[in-house]
């Protein structure tokens, strides 16, 4: 029997309601910009990015998730305007707020100690959290056109997400395989 690896990521993702609003803005770069990677997963913050992991086996990695989870408490995000990682990334701004940066602290030390899955790119460098809106195959001219309209942008929401969720690549788009709900039990 042959052994299908899958791909996947682990993500903090909005409300619907933030969600849709977010899509507008992938739409718009793709009807605007020529950019539509964007519009290849729901909107979301990276915590893990993408990984290999056997699909018959996924059951370990939906179980450390599970666990994870429920020792960890709902996230308050803040989004506050556009940032962009230059020439080619556009991003609505999630806030690095402590509770953003400890879950994807904790999330990747867990992954990595539990199920040996991490990233040497991102433990390269400093989590910056984000949630894109022109991918990179936005052009570098279609950077230089849209940055300054989206610079001075406003936009803001908060919420709170009260699960991890764990995203899958169907070898097109990235979609919903599972989610894990945090712990509701406020500490004292």
């Known amino acids: 029997m042959e052994n299908l690896t899958g791909r996947y990521f682990i993500g903090l993702l909005p409300p619907q309601e933030i969600q849709d609003r977010i899509t507008e803005f992938k739409q718009y770069f793709a009807e605007n910009h020529a950019s539509s990677g964007a519009l290849k997963s729901p ?4 915590l893990q990015p993408p990984f290999k992991w056997l ?38 701004n999630p806030l690095k707020t402590p509770e953003l940066l400890e879950i994807e602290k904790n999330l990747s030390e867990y992954l990595e100690t539990n199920l040996g899955i991490s990233d040497p790119v991102a433990k390269s460098r400093p989590f910056t959290p984000h949630m894109t ?7 570098k001219e279609n950077f230089k056109a849209a940055w ?38 406020i500490s004292s």
């Open 43 to 46: 909107p979301h913050i990276t």
């Open 148 to 185: 300054p309209k989206f610079k001075k942008r406003m936009l803001y929401f908060e919420f709170t997400v009260s699960q991890l969720t764990l995203l899958v690549h169907d070898g097109d788009r990235w979609n919903i395989s599972r989610e894990f709900p945090f712990s509701s039990q």
């Open 55 to 92: 699909m018959e086996e996924i059951g370990k990695v939906e179980e450390g998730l599970e666990k994870f989870a429920i020792a960890h408490h709902p996230i308050p995000i803040t989004l506050s305007g556009f940032a962009a990682f230059p020439p080619r990334v556009i991003y609505a």
């Open 133 to 139: 809106v022109a991918f990179r195959d936005l052009t």
